[in-house]
Protein backbone atom coordinates (compact mmCIF):
# COMPACT_ATOMS: atom_id res chain seq x y z
CA UNK A 1 0.00 0.00 0.00
CA UNK A 2 1.38 3.52 -0.98
CA UNK A 3 0.69 6.72 0.59
CA UNK A 4 -1.43 8.38 -2.08
CA UNK A 5 -4.23 4.80 -1.47
CA UNK A 6 -5.15 6.30 1.66
CA UNK A 7 -3.76 9.86 2.73
CA UNK A 8 -6.23 12.75 1.65
CA UNK A 9 -3.49 15.71 0.25
CA UNK A 10 -5.80 18.64 0.86
CA UNK A 11 -6.09 16.99 4.42
CA UNK A 12 -2.33 17.62 5.32
CA UNK A 13 -1.33 19.96 7.48
CA UNK A 14 2.28 20.92 8.29
CA UNK A 15 1.66 23.55 11.31
CA UNK A 16 -0.51 22.23 13.49
CA UNK A 17 -2.13 25.11 15.81
CA UNK A 18 -2.66 22.37 18.51
CA UNK A 19 -0.53 21.50 21.92
CA UNK A 20 -2.36 18.90 23.06
CA UNK A 21 -3.05 15.46 22.04
CA UNK A 22 -6.90 15.53 22.08
CA UNK A 23 -6.17 19.21 20.04
CA UNK A 24 -3.92 17.71 17.36
CA UNK A 25 -6.47 14.71 17.06
CA UNK A 26 -9.67 16.90 16.51
CA UNK A 27 -7.21 19.01 14.37
CA UNK A 28 -6.35 16.21 11.98
CA UNK A 29 -10.19 15.02 11.92
CA UNK A 30 -11.49 18.23 10.81
CA UNK A 31 -8.77 18.67 8.38
CA UNK A 32 -10.56 15.19 6.89
CA UNK A 33 -14.11 16.82 7.33
CA UNK A 34 -12.84 19.76 5.37
CA UNK A 35 -11.12 17.98 2.55
CA UNK A 36 -14.81 15.85 2.27
CA UNK A 37 -13.43 12.48 3.65
CA UNK A 38 -15.60 12.10 6.49
CA UNK A 39 -19.15 13.71 7.03
CA UNK A 40 -19.46 16.59 9.62
CA UNK A 41 -21.90 14.44 11.36
CA UNK A 42 -19.04 11.91 12.15
CA UNK A 43 -16.59 14.41 13.66
CA UNK A 44 -17.45 14.09 17.21
CA UNK A 45 -17.73 10.03 17.16
CA UNK A 46 -14.35 9.31 15.23
CA UNK A 47 -12.59 12.07 17.69
CA UNK A 48 -14.35 10.45 20.59
CA UNK A 49 -13.30 6.63 19.09
CA UNK A 50 -9.28 7.78 18.43
CA UNK A 51 -9.13 9.42 22.05
CA UNK A 52 -10.67 5.99 23.73
CA UNK A 53 -8.07 3.98 21.34
CA UNK A 54 -5.35 6.39 22.56
CA UNK A 55 -6.57 5.17 26.34
CA UNK A 56 -5.81 1.58 25.64
CA UNK A 57 -1.94 2.88 25.02
CA UNK A 58 -0.46 5.69 22.95
CA UNK A 59 -0.16 5.31 19.76
CA UNK A 60 3.15 7.68 19.75
CA UNK A 61 5.40 4.77 18.61
CA UNK A 62 8.89 6.78 19.12
CA UNK A 63 11.05 9.06 16.57
CA UNK A 64 8.24 11.56 17.29
CA UNK A 65 5.77 9.68 15.39
CA UNK A 66 2.13 8.93 16.12
CA UNK A 67 -0.07 6.95 14.59
CA UNK A 68 -3.78 7.78 16.18
CA UNK A 69 -6.54 5.51 14.90
CA UNK A 70 -9.84 4.06 14.84
CA UNK A 71 -11.94 2.30 13.15
CA UNK A 72 -15.60 3.58 12.11
CA UNK A 73 -18.48 2.67 10.27
CA UNK A 74 -18.91 5.88 8.66
CA UNK A 75 -15.81 5.04 5.84
CA UNK A 76 -16.24 2.54 3.28
CA UNK A 77 -12.24 2.69 2.45
CA UNK A 78 -9.46 3.66 4.52
CA UNK A 79 -9.01 7.82 4.61
CA UNK A 80 -6.26 9.27 6.76
CA UNK A 81 -3.88 12.37 6.38
CA UNK A 82 -0.58 13.61 8.10
CA UNK A 83 0.07 16.74 10.38
CA UNK A 84 3.26 18.32 11.86
CA UNK A 85 3.74 20.14 15.00
CA UNK A 86 6.69 22.24 14.62
CA UNK A 87 7.33 22.51 18.90
CA UNK A 88 6.09 18.81 19.27
CA UNK A 89 3.29 17.78 21.71
CA UNK A 90 3.26 15.57 24.88
CA UNK A 91 1.11 12.09 23.27
CA UNK A 92 2.28 9.73 26.62
CA UNK A 93 4.40 8.48 23.82
CA UNK A 94 6.34 4.90 24.42
CA UNK A 95 9.96 6.49 24.19
CA UNK A 96 8.49 9.82 25.94
CA UNK A 97 9.73 12.03 23.37
CA UNK A 98 6.86 14.71 21.95
CA UNK A 99 5.62 13.79 19.18
CA UNK A 100 6.23 15.94 15.39
CA UNK A 101 4.45 13.65 13.10
CA UNK A 102 1.30 12.70 12.91
CA UNK A 103 -0.68 9.85 10.74
CA UNK A 104 -4.38 9.75 11.27
CA UNK A 105 -6.08 6.60 10.11
CA UNK A 106 -9.75 6.16 10.07
CA UNK A 107 -10.85 2.52 8.69
CA UNK A 108 -13.98 0.68 7.85
CA UNK A 109 -14.44 -1.86 10.50
CA UNK A 110 -14.42 -4.98 8.02
CA UNK A 111 -11.06 -4.38 6.74
CA UNK A 112 -8.37 -4.98 9.02
CA UNK A 113 -5.71 -5.96 6.42
CA UNK A 114 -5.83 -2.68 4.93
CA UNK A 115 -5.10 -1.34 8.37
CA UNK A 116 -2.01 -2.81 8.64
CA UNK A 117 -0.91 -2.31 5.51
CA UNK A 118 -1.47 1.58 6.14
CA UNK A 119 0.98 0.81 9.44
CA UNK A 120 3.60 -1.42 7.32
CA UNK A 121 4.29 1.23 5.07
CA UNK A 122 4.20 4.01 7.39
CA UNK A 123 6.42 2.16 9.79
CA UNK A 124 9.15 1.05 7.03
CA UNK A 125 9.12 4.37 5.02
CA UNK A 126 9.57 5.79 8.81
CA UNK A 127 12.91 3.85 9.13
CA UNK A 128 14.51 6.03 7.01
CA UNK A 129 16.01 9.01 9.14
CA UNK A 130 16.15 11.51 6.47
CA UNK A 131 13.13 11.26 5.33
CA UNK A 132 11.91 11.23 8.94
CA UNK A 133 13.60 14.72 9.16
CA UNK A 134 12.45 16.17 5.52
CA UNK A 135 9.05 15.42 6.57
CA UNK A 136 8.94 17.34 9.86
CA UNK A 137 10.50 20.31 8.33
CA UNK A 138 8.69 20.68 5.67
CA UNK A 139 7.11 24.07 5.09
CA UNK A 140 4.02 23.45 3.90
CA UNK A 141 1.78 20.80 3.20
CA UNK A 142 2.52 20.34 -1.12
CA UNK A 143 5.94 19.87 0.84
CA UNK A 144 4.64 16.91 2.69
CA UNK A 145 2.49 15.80 -0.04
CA UNK A 146 6.06 15.73 -2.69
CA UNK A 147 7.98 13.62 0.12
CA UNK A 148 5.18 11.32 0.23
CA UNK A 149 4.63 10.87 -3.09
CA UNK A 150 8.72 10.49 -3.40
CA UNK A 151 8.31 7.44 -1.06
CA UNK A 152 6.06 5.81 -3.00
CA UNK A 153 7.52 5.79 -6.29
CA UNK A 154 11.07 4.79 -4.48
CA UNK A 155 9.88 2.67 -2.01
CA UNK A 156 8.81 -1.23 -2.22
CA UNK A 157 5.15 -1.47 -3.10
CA UNK A 158 3.59 -3.78 -1.27
CA UNK B 1 -1.72 -23.92 16.75
CA UNK B 2 0.48 -23.79 19.81
CA UNK B 3 3.89 -24.24 19.45
CA UNK B 4 5.12 -28.06 20.53
CA UNK B 5 8.38 -28.53 22.41
CA UNK B 6 10.20 -30.20 19.59
CA UNK B 7 10.58 -27.12 17.47
CA UNK B 8 12.51 -25.70 19.73
CA UNK B 9 16.42 -25.56 18.71
CA UNK B 10 18.70 -24.59 21.26
CA UNK B 11 22.53 -24.75 21.68
CA UNK B 12 23.89 -27.14 24.85
CA UNK B 13 23.20 -26.23 28.59
CA UNK B 14 24.72 -22.86 29.29
CA UNK B 15 27.42 -23.20 31.20
CA UNK B 16 29.62 -20.42 33.31
CA UNK B 17 33.07 -20.23 31.08
CA UNK B 18 36.64 -19.14 32.51
CA UNK B 19 35.60 -15.72 32.59
CA UNK B 20 32.23 -16.17 34.84
CA UNK B 21 30.34 -14.78 31.78
CA UNK B 22 27.24 -16.65 30.12
CA UNK B 23 27.46 -18.00 26.94
CA UNK B 24 25.13 -17.28 24.07
CA UNK B 25 22.40 -19.01 23.33
CA UNK B 26 19.74 -18.95 20.55
CA UNK B 27 16.20 -20.57 21.02
CA UNK B 28 13.47 -20.10 18.60
CA UNK B 29 9.64 -21.07 18.23
CA UNK B 30 6.87 -20.51 15.87
CA UNK B 31 3.93 -18.29 16.94
CA UNK B 32 0.81 -17.56 15.24
CA UNK B 33 -1.18 -14.20 15.05
CA UNK B 34 -4.46 -15.34 16.17
CA UNK B 35 -6.37 -12.55 16.89
CA UNK B 36 -8.40 -10.73 14.38
CA UNK B 37 -6.71 -7.45 13.41
CA UNK B 38 -3.15 -9.14 13.40
CA UNK B 39 0.14 -7.38 14.56
CA UNK B 40 -1.40 -3.73 14.50
CA UNK B 41 -0.41 -1.33 16.83
CA UNK B 42 -1.57 -1.95 20.68
CA UNK B 43 -0.19 -5.90 20.23
CA UNK B 44 3.40 -4.88 18.18
CA UNK B 45 3.41 -2.28 21.49
CA UNK B 46 2.51 -5.10 23.71
CA UNK B 47 5.39 -7.38 22.14
CA UNK B 48 7.72 -4.23 21.99
CA UNK B 49 7.67 -4.36 25.69
CA UNK B 50 7.42 -7.31 26.79
CA UNK B 51 10.96 -8.01 24.70
CA UNK B 52 12.46 -4.93 26.14
CA UNK B 53 12.44 -6.76 29.65
CA UNK B 54 15.05 -9.21 28.58
CA UNK B 55 18.44 -9.06 27.90
CA UNK B 56 18.66 -11.35 24.97
CA UNK B 57 18.27 -9.98 21.29
CA UNK B 58 14.49 -10.36 20.19
CA UNK B 59 13.52 -11.08 16.30
CA UNK B 60 10.60 -12.33 14.57
CA UNK B 61 10.82 -13.89 11.40
CA UNK B 62 8.13 -13.77 8.74
CA UNK B 63 9.63 -15.94 5.89
CA UNK B 64 12.35 -13.79 4.55
CA UNK B 65 11.91 -10.43 6.65
CA UNK B 66 13.02 -9.99 10.28
CA UNK B 67 12.25 -7.56 12.77
CA UNK B 68 13.92 -6.13 15.86
CA UNK B 69 11.45 -7.37 18.45
CA UNK B 70 11.98 -4.68 21.36
CA UNK B 71 11.03 -2.40 18.00
CA UNK B 72 7.47 -1.14 17.77
CA UNK B 73 8.30 0.32 14.05
CA UNK B 74 9.91 -2.63 12.72
CA UNK B 75 7.23 -4.78 14.01
CA UNK B 76 4.92 -2.84 12.18
CA UNK B 77 6.86 -3.72 8.96
CA UNK B 78 6.12 -7.29 9.24
CA UNK B 79 2.05 -6.46 8.32
CA UNK B 80 1.08 -9.69 9.76
CA UNK B 81 -2.21 -10.24 9.63
CA UNK B 82 -4.53 -13.32 11.02
CA UNK B 83 -2.94 -16.48 10.29
CA UNK B 84 0.16 -15.77 10.31
CA UNK B 85 3.12 -17.64 10.93
CA UNK B 86 6.14 -16.30 12.52
CA UNK B 87 9.55 -17.48 14.13
CA UNK B 88 10.55 -15.53 17.26
CA UNK B 89 14.17 -16.22 17.84
CA UNK B 90 15.84 -14.96 21.09
CA UNK B 91 19.78 -15.13 21.44
CA UNK B 92 21.39 -14.33 25.33
CA UNK B 93 21.37 -15.50 29.02
CA UNK B 94 17.69 -15.01 29.49
CA UNK B 95 16.60 -16.28 25.46
CA UNK B 96 14.36 -19.25 27.08
CA UNK B 97 12.73 -17.39 29.59
CA UNK B 98 11.52 -14.80 26.93
CA UNK B 99 10.69 -16.60 24.24
CA UNK B 100 8.17 -18.08 26.67
CA UNK B 101 6.79 -14.63 27.53
CA UNK B 102 6.58 -13.88 24.13
CA UNK B 103 4.59 -16.77 22.92
CA UNK B 104 2.48 -15.91 25.46
CA UNK B 105 1.39 -12.91 24.45
CA UNK B 106 0.64 -14.40 20.94
CA UNK B 107 -1.07 -17.43 23.00
CA UNK B 108 -3.35 -15.12 24.89
CA UNK B 109 -4.19 -12.83 21.42
CA UNK B 110 -2.60 -10.05 23.37
CA UNK B 111 -5.97 -9.99 25.12
CA UNK B 112 -7.90 -9.19 22.36
CA UNK B 113 -11.26 -10.18 22.80
CA UNK B 114 -12.72 -10.62 18.96
CA UNK B 115 -16.20 -10.71 18.26
CA UNK B 116 -16.15 -10.92 15.17
CA UNK B 117 -14.57 -12.93 12.65
CA UNK B 118 -13.67 -11.27 9.62
CA UNK B 119 -10.07 -11.61 8.97
Known amino acids: ?158 | MAWSPDMNTESPEPLCDASGSLPEQTVSREVVVVNAAGLHARPADLLAREARKWRSRIELVNESQRADGKSILELLTLAAESGTRLVVEATGPDAREALEAIGGLFERRFNEHDDRQDS
Open chain 1, 1 to 158: MKFSDFVAPEAIRSHVQASSKEGVIREMAQALVDAGKIAPGDLEGIVKAILKREDLGSTGIGRGVAVPHTKHPSVSKLVGTVAVSRDGIDFQSLDGDPVQLFFLLVSPPDRPGDHLRALENISRQLRDDGFCRMLKAAKEPVDIQHLLEEADSHGVVS
